[in-house]
T-cell receptor, first 110, second 116 residues
Framework: QKEVEQDPGPLSVPEGAIVSLNCTYS??????FMWYRQYSRKGPELLMY????GNKEDGRFTAQVDKSSKYISLFIRDSQPSDSATYLC??????????FGGGTRVLVKP | EAEVAQSPRYKITEKSQAVAFWCDPI?????LYWYRQILGQGPELLVQ????????DSQLPKDRFSAERLKGVDSTLKIQPAELGDSAMYLC??????????????FGAGSRLTVL
């Protein structure tokens, strides 16, 4: 079993819809949670970073962490075609290496 | 905006040949990472450097892969001999090297390797 699990998708939504992405993890020592966006043939870029449980909002993006359930989420409001990409969740414990999920491919149709 | 530079962007080689990738991290970033990303999967860490020292190379296939960061700045990842299963995107990333807490990695655009 992988330490971080993520549905590979693809997830197809119409423009303007809310995109909901999720990851589960197994290591209770993980404290730091990140979402990266990766466009085709490009490297991942950091979207959101949260520490421990709770919510964080940045523009159209909201990240949620539920440590009791070992569940992390990313919501994208008012989705745009430019949001079409692969979204990678990543997590780590303090001082340890970053562990990525497999990524979810998202397609926002005009 | 500062970037992590990688070259070449694309490399096609035949199996059993040698291949090398180069990475120049963001200036001042002490920690440098090489990741491998197979198509449809998330990145997996191959090697981590703190300055010129290897911190973690537990997932590096040392019989054929080598990595160096001689002066603690740029880095080279080499594969010799290349195998069909090495076809992947090789990503370099760097951060300031904060040992505790979140390491906010900045990735390069990657080097896509195809082994025929």
């Amino acid at each position: 079993q992988k330490e971080v699990e993520q549905d590979p998708g693809p997830l197809s939504v119409p423009e303007g819809a809310i995109v909901s992405l999720n990851c589960t993890y197994s290591n209770s020592a993980f404290q730091y949670f990140m979402w990266y966006r990766q466009y085709s043939r490009k490297g991942p870029e950091l979207l959101m970073y949260t520490y421990s449980s709770g919510n964080k909002e940045d523009g159209r993006f909201t990240a949620q962490v539920d440590k009791s359930s070992k569940y992390i989420s990313l919501f994208i409001r008012d989705s745009q075609p430019s949001d079409s990409a692969t979204y990678l969740c990543a997590t780590k414990a303090a001082g340890n290496k970053l562990t990525f999920g497999g990524g979810t491919r998202v397609l926002v149709k005009p | 905006e500062a970037e992590v530079a990688q070259s070449p962007r694309y490399k096609i080689t035949e199996k059993s040949q040698a291949v090398a990738f180069w990475c120049d991290p963001i200036s001042g970033h002490a920690t440098l990472y090489w990741y491998r990303q197979i198509l449809g999967q998330g990145p997996e860490l191959l090697v981590q450097f703190q300055d010129e020292s290897v911190v973690d190379d537990s997932q590096l296939p040392k019989d054929r892969f080598s990595a160096e960061r001689l002066k603690g700045v740029d880095s080279t990842l080499k594969i010799q001999p290349a195998e069909l299963g090495d076809s992947a995107m090789y990503l370099c990333a760097s951060d300031r090297g904060i040992l505790s807490g979140a390491n906010v990695l900045t990735f390069g655009a990657g080097s896509r390797l195809t082994v025929l």
